[in-house]
């Protein structure tokens, strides 16, 4: 019991300790979305990452030495993948904004729940209880978040793939994004949080009518 309390004790000074340095980000980071706003030379005001698009194949030159002596002098496929865009129109400045800006606020929801699940972790520890609806309902928000994040990116590639990048080379050579549609990790990771969240909604129930037992 010692033991599952320190460990407890651990996560929620850890995240507790990440759910500042997220405000400090967010903050911080809202400042310079705004100054690149405003500004198209301030630093990173022209820049949009994007997520959720497939990588691109194509033939380029490469010359290379194995170990031992071997040498390659010819064409060989070369993977490409493509995080960003730079422009200083506006309206792309305003599309870096609100990205940042949704990414981030993601962020401070997804750790500041963390922050208080095992907050109230700590709690239930100390009264002798293990369940409570408060911890349900962060285990179900973080969940949340985590959909929240793969649902944005889905969109997020769709829009670039499909209709912001158009008749792109690269050193000569047409590529075309596609949207990477087998990417599902952060549905998966969504989906097991709530499986766990439903699973800890059956304990508080049963510590409820054993408490009402007693």
């Known amino acids: 019991m010692k033991n599952n309390y320190r460990i407890i004790n651990f996560l929620r000074q850890l995240f507790s300790s990440l759910y500042w340095m997220v405000v400090t980000y967010l903050v911080v980071g809202t400042f310079i979305n705004i100054m690149g706003l405003i500004f198209a030379d301030f630093p990173l005001a022209n820049l949009s990452h994007f997520y959720f698009i497939e990588e691109v194949k194509f ?33 792309y400045r305003l599309f870096s904004f609100i990205d940042k800006t949704l990414v981030m606020t993601i962020l401070f929801f997804l750790f500041k729940n963390a922050h208080e699940l095992f907050d109230n972790l700590t709690d239930s520890f100390k009264l002798g209880s293990s369940f409570s609806h408060k911890n349900y309902k962060n285990i179900r928000q973080i969940g949340f978040c985590f959909m929240c994040i793969w649902i944005y990116k889905l969109l997020n590639g769709i829009l670039f793939s499909q209709f912001l990048l158009k008749d792109m080379t690269v050193q000569g050579v047409d590529v075309k994004f596609y949207l990477d549609i087998y990417e599902v990790s952060g549905l998966i990771i969504a989906l097991i949080i709530f499986a766990f969240a439903e699973v800890y909604r059956a304990g508080v129930v049963m510590q409820e009518e054993s408490e009402l037992t007693i």
């Open 59 to 91: 033939s380029v030159d490469i010359s290379y030495k194995l170990f031992g002596g071997g040498l390659f002098n010819g064409e060989s496929e070369a993977i490409m993948h493509f995080t960003e865009i730079q422009s200083g129109e506006f309206s």
